[in-house]
């Protein structure tokens, strides 16, 4: 995924009311920008940081910028993360169509936000003659505590944990489902879930797993021209 537009580097100066973020400019100036990322972003808004921002092509729309990617430290030198996470599907969608998940390939038909469950939509539903429907939900990831270690989630998600239980129950009626861990990062070698911070989501994994649901996740390579799907992680249960 090529970012239409060329981001514009700032640094951070604060992130507020979860959706905003003060950023000063090259320039001098200093801008809000929309941040599209419910989560606590743990260890990804600290004062100071360099970020990107994308401009926005609508002209009514109130925010002229949104916080794209955010450069934080490393083993060995800066890490760039996504932390747009409403970008998500569309590096997913993007990967499937150029044949980079080969476990989820073949299907005849891709349809998205699918109504499923109670009162849910899944992201995507692969579907093929011949052969049980396959949903899959996307979970962004950007938490990194330990080297190496991405973690979901980053704050208490009583969502995550309803589509856990959804997908179970779609395996239950003869179904497949996957959920798909997509890491906005590019220095984490294996991704496991975040028990300290949300022992149910922890438990309701442990039974999806149990019940049959797939595990898949990948991680991205990030630049300020773009963001595309890389290789396979392992899960560390």
Request: overall charge neutral; some cysteine.
């Amino acid at each position: 995924m090529q970012f239409p537009d060329p981001l514009i580097p700032g640094r951070l100066l604060r992130r507020y009311k979860r959706f905003l973020a003060d950023i000063a400019l090259g320039d001098g100036s200093e801008v809000v920008a929309h941040c599209a990322n419910p989560g606590s972003m743990m260890g990804l808004a600290e004062p100071g940081s360099p970020v990107w921002l994308s401009p926005s092509r609508n002209p009514a729309r109130k925010l002229k910028y949104s916080w794209e990617l955010v450069e934080v430290p490393g083993e060995k030198e800066g890490a760039l993360v996504g932390i747009n996470t409403g970008r998500a599907n569309a590096l997913v969608a993007e990967g499937l169509e150029a044949g980079k998940v080969p476990e989820l390939a073949g299907y005849a038909q891709r349809r998205a936000e699918v109504r499923y469950g109670t009162k849910s939509r899944v992201d995507f539903l692969l579907e093929d003659p011949g052969r049980p429907a396959c949903y899959v939900e996307v979970k962004s990831v950007t938490l990194k505590r330990r080297p190496g270690l991405a973690e979901f989630p980053d704050a208490v998600t009583a969502r995550g944990t309803k589509h856990l239980g959804e997908l179970a129950e779609m395996v239950r009626q003869g179904q497949r489902a996957v959920l798909f861990f997509l890491v906005q990062r590019g220095d984490c070698d294996r991704v496991a879930p975040a028990r300290d911070i949300d022992p149910t989501y922890g438990e309701a994994l442990d039974r999806a797993l149990s019940a049959g649901v797939e595990i898949l996740s990948y991680q991205c390579n990030l630049s300020p021209a773009g963001i595309a799907l890389d290789g396979r992680l392992p899960l560390a249960v």
